[in-house]
């Protein structure tokens, strides 16, 4: 095996360093070509206890520690009404801006020993064994592995290499996302996610991302931001102003002190994202919904998954087939589980709150910390996958 083997990988987020970092660690020689400039902006700040335990397994714990994140214990999950809630304890894990720990995972990549390029993949092409990408820079480059890491943008989709794509179940919602000072916290939740639902798929987050500033996002069905006519801002700031009780009672001495952003329509799945040398990653290939923050750690487990993939079909040629096979099957199970926890939690949200809190509360602890890959489903998955059947 040619252990300098160059493997191209197509963007720079959680899912293109991660997976950098994993090959180094293997011996291969990775180029990111990552089209803009960082620090950017990202959604996507609370990461689960495996997200992080993944990082502590590339060297990261030092630089995590640097970034000065607020730790975070768990989530706590608000009905309508202040007096029914439940907590799920997640270890520890962390709070983090995306713009700076974005940043910090792709240099921490180059100063390993990634090639980076700044530059957009326009387009990826299959010739005999390798692929070829040509960059907006002119560039042309060729190998025989490449990591399509290009989040939401899904590339080899786009370029008509893996399909068809299907609509996730939470397709149809828009989320608003601003960051705020003034939110009042309690000691007992003071760096915890906080998750505020109200009818099915109407819901808020907020966390917290320093002593001062919170994250807060409101995520609602299309049709229902559509109806009201108003401008983006305008919108979150009515809808927040009335949202639940216990929300109203944390934001009401609130400053937004950031512009507010949206995205919609997030929520897809392509069943096959790998073949011949070529694999998705992270939001390339799957994303089903930002509610308990399972999307850094799908991106950055699946990372570690995609390198052993690759150093496996350099090792066993003859094999790579199931090696491509394998890297699909331990990746969407995982996937799979997060997505029934989710159908079941907005089907029977007090049934939820009984599993995670009495009956099955060790099981999902695990779920919720993010231990998800390659294990056997315990019995509170049994029980929620056959009352999804009913
Ligand atoms: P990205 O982080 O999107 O990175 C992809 C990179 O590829 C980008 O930097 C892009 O510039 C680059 N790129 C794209 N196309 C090209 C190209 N052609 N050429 C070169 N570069 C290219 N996850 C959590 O864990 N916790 C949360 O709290 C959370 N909240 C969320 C809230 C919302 C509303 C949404 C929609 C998502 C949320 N997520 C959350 C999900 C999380 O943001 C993503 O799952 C995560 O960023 C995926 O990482 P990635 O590396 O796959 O993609």
Redesign the pocket.
């Known amino acids: 095996m040619n252990m300098k083997e160059n493997v191209l990988i ?9 997976s950098a970092m994993n090959l180094l660690q293997k011996g291969f020689s990775p180029t990111i ?4 400039s ?1 620090p ?1 902006y ?7 206890t495996e ?1 992080v335990d993944a990082l502590n397994r590339l060297g990261l714990s030092e630089q995590l520690q640097a970034l000065k994140a607020p730790q975070k214990q768990g989530v706590r999950v608000f009905s309508k009404h202040p007096e029914n809630s439940f907590y799920i304890g997640a270890g520890d894990a962390w709070q983090v801006e ?1 713009a700076t720990f ?1 940043t910090m995972m792709l240099n921490e990549a180059q100063k390993r020993g990634a090639k980076h390029i700044q ?4 387009k990826l092409t299959q010739q005999t064994d390798n692929w070829i990408l040509e ?1 907006d820079n002119g560039q042309s480059l060729e190998s025989r592995f490449v990591i399509d ?5 899904r ?1 080899s989709h786009k370029q008509g290499l893996f399909g068809p794509i299907k609509d996730g179940t939470y397709q149809h919602q828009v ?1 608003f ?1 601003a960051q705020y000072h003034g939110i009042k916290r309690k000691n007992s939740d003071q760096f915890d ?1 906080l998750i505020f639902h109200i009818d099915s798929h109407a819901w808020c ?1 907020m ?1 917290p991302l320093s002593e001062d500033v919170t994250s807060i ?1 409101l ?1 609602v069905p299309v049709d229902q931001y559509k109806q009201k006519k108003l401008k983006p801002d305008l919108f979150m700031d009515h809808r927040l102003s009335n949202f639940s009780l216990p929300m109203m009672e944390r934001t009401k001495d609130a400053t937004r002190i950031s512009e507010v952003r949206t ?1 919609s329509n ?1 929520s897809y799945c392509i069943d096959e994202y790998c073949r011949d040398g070529l694999f998705c ?4 290939h799957r ?1 089903i919904d ?1 509610i308990f ?7 950055v487990v699946e990372a570690a998954y995609v390198a052993r993939a690759i150093e496996k079909c350099c090792k066993t040629p003859s094999k790579a087939n199931e090696h491509h096979h394998e890297y699909m099957q331990c990746t969407t199970q995982a996937q799979n589980i997060i997505e029934d926890i989710l159908a079941y939690f907005w089907a029977h949200p007090w049934g939820f709150a009984n599993m995670a809190h009495f009956r099955h509360a060790d099981e999902f602890l695990e779920i919720f910390a993010g231990r998800i890959y390659e294990t056997e489903p315990g019995e509170g998955l049994l029980k929620v996958r056959e009352e999804l059947q009913q």
Request: charged share 15%; aromatic share 12%.
């Open positions: 197509i963007g720079g987020g959680p899912a293109g360093s991660a070509i990552e089209s803009e960082f950017r990202h959604i996507g700040e609370s990461l689960t997200c995306r974005d530059a957009k993949v326009k960059l890491a290009s989040g939401q943008q590339l989320a996302f996610t987050w966390i996002g995520v995205m997030y990653v992270g939001d390339s994303f930002p923050s399972f999307g850094v750690e799908f991106a």
